[in-house]
């Protein structure tokens, strides 16, 4: 069983859809928790970033953590073309090195 | 800007040659990592650099190899590439500590024939 699971999809939806993505975790140590977007053959860029549970809210973005059930989410409101790319979860438990386990990815396609 | 900057962007290599990738970064940070990432995979850590100090994970073959001659630059070094090790090379750096963000470069795609 991997550390980290994440539905790979690939999700498509309407422009302007609410989309909803998720990741679960087995590892209890994993403290820190971070979603990157990656468009098609570049890099990954940091979307949010959550210590422990709660929520998060950037924009159009919201990010959840929930410690008890080891399930994250996050919410793209009102989505749009451009959020077209591939979603990564990661986590860490907090090394001194900060050492990520990243999610599958998810393949998100929002179209016109 | 300060930023992660890895060449070259596209690398073609033949079966067993060896090969470099280069990774800099101006944002002067401690640590720096090596993660290879296949298609439609999670990105797969290889090794992290903090400050001077070499770390390798357990599963990275002896195939790889990095070495950081400065806190600006880290290289990657695949010995003998074989086809299995064709993927996208994604270079990463942080400030080390616990819960710090890592910053990616845009990685370099390797290609091997």
């Known amino acids: 069983q991997k550390e980290v699971e994440q539905d790979p999809g690939p999700l498509s939806v309407p422009e302007g859809a609410i989309v909803s993505l998720n990741c679960t975790y087995s590892n209890s140590a994993f403290q820190y928790f971070m979603w990157y977007r990656q468009y098609s053959r570049k890099g990954p860029e940091l979307l949010m970033y959550t210590y422990s549970s709660g929520n998060k809210e950037d924009g159009r973005f919201t990010a959840q953590v929930d410690k008890s059930s080891k399930y994250i989410s996050l919410f793209i409101r009102d989505s749009q073309p451009s959020d077209s790319a591939t979603y990564l979860c990661a986590m860490s438990a907090g090394t001194s090195y900060g050492k990520l386990t990243f999610g599958q990815g998810t393949i998100l396609t929002v179209h016109p | 800007d300060a930023m992660v900057i890895q060449n070259p962007r596209y690398q073609v290599t033949q079966f067993g040659k060896p090969v470099t990738l280069s990774c800099s970064q101006t944002?002067?940070?401690?640590?720096m990592y090596w993660y290879q990432q296949k298609s439609s995979q999670a990105p797969k850590l290889l090794f992290h650099y903090y400050d001077k100090d070499f770390n390798n994970e357990a599963d990275t073959p002896d195939n790889f190899q990095s070495r950081r001659p400065n806190t600006s630059f880290c290289f990657l070094d695949i010995r003998s590439p074989g086809l299995g090790d064709a993927a996208m090379y994604l270079c990463a750096t942080s400030r080390g500590g616990f819960g710090e963000t890592q910053y990616f470069g845009p990685g370099t795609r390797l290609l091997v024939l």
């Open positions: 944002l002067n940070h401690n640590v």
